[in-house]
C-alpha cells in the first residue's frame, strides 16, 4: 500500500531563500511527525500534529521554522531565510495512536536540503 | 520526556546474536519501549515494541526486565544486511508518542 511520501527528494536552494517541504502521510494516520537529520547524527525532533489539537512545536529550532497541516493530512514544513546550518535530511513521519504496536512511526524517504 | 542511552557502536560476525542494551532509568508508568532500525538513506523502520517481560516478533526479540529501567534488543543470527543504526526510544500515547531518538547504535556486521 502507499507508505508516507515526501517531495521534492532533494532540493538546492540559496542562503537566505525560503523553502517548503511537502508530506503526504498514510491516509487515516492522525498523527504526523516532523524530523532534521544532519549527517552521522540521531533524528532531531521538530513539531507533532495529532487530530484537531494544536502542534507540539517545541522542537523547532528558531521562529523561521514553521509548518501546517492542511485538513489532518498533507503537512507543509517551510524553513524562511535558509542558513547553511539548515542542511540536512527533513524527515516525515505518520503513526494512528491506539493500534497494536502504540506509535508506530512510518517514516518517508525524506527531502535532502543543502543550502548554498 | 524520557531519555535513553545506548552504546555508540558495535561490531558483530555473520551468525552471531547480537544485543544491545539501553538504559532508560527515567521510564515513565505508560512508557513504552521501541526500536527502530535505520539503514542509511531512508529513515527509520520500526523493529518490535514492548511494555515488560519478553517480546519476540520475526525480526527480534525483546527483554525488559522488571524494574523496566533498561531493555535489550537481540538479534539472532545477524547478516550483512542488518548492518545499521539501531534506536532505542520510550514513549507513551499521553505524550503522543513524542519521543527523542538519540544518537543511536551504529552496528557493523562483518563477513
Known amino acids: 500500500g502507499a507508505g508516507v511520501s515526501q517531495s521534492p527528494s532533494n532540493k538546492v536552494t540559496e542562503k537566505g531563500k525560503d523553502v517548503e517541504l511537502r508530506c503526504d502521510p498514510i491516509?487515516?494516520?492522525?498523527?504526523l511527525y516532523w524530523y532534521r537529520q544532519s549527517l552521522g547524527q540521531g533524528l532531531e525532533f521538530l513539531i507533532y500534529?495529532?487530530?484537531?489539537?494544536?502542534?507540539?512545536k517545541s522542537g523547532l529550532p528558531s521562529d523561521r521554522f514553521s509548518a501546517e497541516r492542511t485538513g489532518g493530512s498533507v503537512s507543509t514544513l517551510t524553513i524562511q531565510r535558509t542558513q547553511q546550518e539548515d542542511s540536512a535530511v527533513y524527515l516525515c513521519a505518520s503513526s494512528l495512536i491506539g493500534t497494536r504496536n502504540r506509535g508506530e512511526q512510518y517514516f518517508g524517504p525524506g527531502t535532502r536540503l543543502t543550502v548554498t | 520526556l524520557a531519555k535513553t542511552t545506548q552504546p555508540i557502536s558495535m561490531d558483530s560476525y555473520e551468525g552471531q546474536e547480537v544485543n544491545i542494551t539501553c538504559s532508560h532509568n527515567n521510564i515513565a508508568t505508560n512508557d513504552y519501549i521501541t526500536w527502530y532500525q535505520q539503514f542509511p538513506s531512508q529513515g527509520p523502520r520500526f523493529i518490535i515494541q514492548?511494555?515488560?517481560t519478553k517480546v519476540t516478533n520475526e525480526v527480534a526479540s525483546l527483554f525488559i526486565p522488571a524494574d523496566r529501567k533498561s531493555s535489550t534488543l537481540s538479534l539472532p543470527r545477524v547478516s550483512l544486511s542488518d548492518t545499521a543504526v539501531y534506536y532505542c526510544l520510550v514513549g507513551s500515547d499521553t505524550g503522543g508518542f513524542k519521543t527523542i531518538f538519540g544518537a543511536g547504535t551504529r552496528l557493523f556486521v562483518k563477513a
Open positions: 514492548g511494555y515488560k
Open positions: 500534529f495529532q487530530g484537531n489539537s494544536a502542534p507540539d
Open positions: 491516509s487515516g494516520h492522525t498523527a
